[in-house]
């Protein structure tokens, strides 16, 4: 089963709990409640990114397959922003990506774009030849 969808979202401050709610919807009867959890907390962190750093339209994706969630945001920036910013300690604002890396199995950007993603690696064995590590007559050290 793999599952895409996307949306494209306004540029305000209602563009997070929209993408919030879509990938419930999206995605609510295939992942389990903390699967989705997470999946929604990330996109909101990186939608928040994107309305306040990016610029033009915001589209979100997602790819929902027995591995793996895919999530990606995008929007028409020139790039993202490798700037340190000094900020005090107890900012409220300015933790986005900290809560992207500590959630997220893994998440990057596509160098010299403001598109963005992160993956959730999905619950439960890995099962068949594709998802095995060892290839078909390997045999494991003992």
């Known amino acids: 089963m793999t599952e895409?969808?996307?949306?494209?979202l306004p540029r305000n401050s209602s563009a997070p709990g929209r993408a919030r709610r879509?990938?419930?919807?999206?995605?609510?009867?295939?992942l389990d409640p903390e699967e989705l959890e997470r999946a929604t907390l990330i996109a909101s962190e990186l939608?928040?990114?994107?309305v306040v750093h990016g610029?033009?339209?915001?589209?979100?994706?997602?790819?929902?397959?027995?591995?793996?969630l895919l999530v990606e945001v995008i929007d028409e920036g020139q790039g993202f922003e490798r700037t340190l910013r000094q900020r005090n300690f107890d900012a409220v604002g300015g933790w986005g990506l900290a809560v992207v890396d500590a959630q997220a199995s893994r998440w990057g950007i596509h160098e010299g774009t403001t598109h963005v993603w992160f993956e959730l690696e999905r619950r439960g064995p890995r099962l068949g030849p594709s998802k095995n590590p060892l290839q078909a007559g390997?045999?494991?050290?003992e």
């Open 4 to 8: 895409r969808v996307s949306l494209e």
């Open 22 to 30: 879509w990938l419930a919807d999206s995605f609510r009867s295939e």
């Open 47 to 50: 939608v928040t990114n994107a």
């Open 55 to 68: 610029s033009g339209k915001i589209m979100l994706r997602g790819l929902l397959d027995e591995d793996r």
């Open 138 to 141: 390997d045999q494991a050290e």
